[in-house]
């Protein structure tokens, strides 16, 4: 699995909203800022001002945390298209560490390749990709959203697959704009 914040995010509109709300402009004081988005994001749950910072990640895992991920509405997605890249790129499984479950995924695997050697079309050698297929895609959150996938998705009862992204997540954000998500992030 692999996560990469790929762009820069600013809070910079999130203290611009929060400066239009209250009539009372923009903070170019760096800790000002920080402590005025907290009080009204975090402390007041006035969390709609964290709509206006973008987060984008570039994620590789599993099918199934590519599934459980798009349930999380208020988030965009660009996946790689397994119709036009499966006989272009080299492919792999999310393995269980169940050695049972991961020896029938080898032998999957290998019959999927089978096919891919036979030119079958990938439309439909992409009908036998199981949800351990490692897929490759674009995420973008908001950071109101973002809370509410992290609060989700790092705590205990998740997929442990899509816990390990929800972390390695975490780990990508700034550590200057963290204090946004750590009242919702279980450790």
């Keep these: 699995m692999k996560v990469k914040l790929i762009n820069e995010p600013t809070l910079d509109y999130v203290d611009w909203a929060i400066g239009e709300c209250y009539a009372k402009g923009c903070y170019t004081d760096e800790d000002k800022k920080k402590l005025r988005i907290n009080k009204v994001a975090n402390v007041n749950k006035h969390s709609s001002v964290l709509e206006f910072v973008d987060y984008i990640f570039e994620i590789e895992a599993s099918t199934k945390v590519l599934l459980e991920m798009t349930r999380h509405r208020m988030a965009s997605y660009a996946c790689q298209s397994s119709r036009y890249t499966l006989n272009k790129v080299d492919f792999d499984f999310e393995f269980s560490g169940d050695p049972e479950v991961d020896e029938l995924l080898e032998e999957w695997k290998w019959k ?60 990508e954000i700034p550590d200057n704009q963290k204090f946004i998500f750590r009242g919702v992030v279980h450790v």
């Design 112 to 171: 999927i390749e089978e096919m891919i050697k036979k030119r079958k079309p990938n439309d439909i050698v992409s009908l036998m990709l199981p949800q351990a297929y490692r897929y490759k895609w674009v995420t973008k959150f908001n950071g109101r959203s973002l809370q509410n996938f992290l609060n989700l998705r790092t705590d205990k009862h998740a997929h442990y697959h899509i816990k390990e992204v929800a972390d390695k997540i975490f780990d």
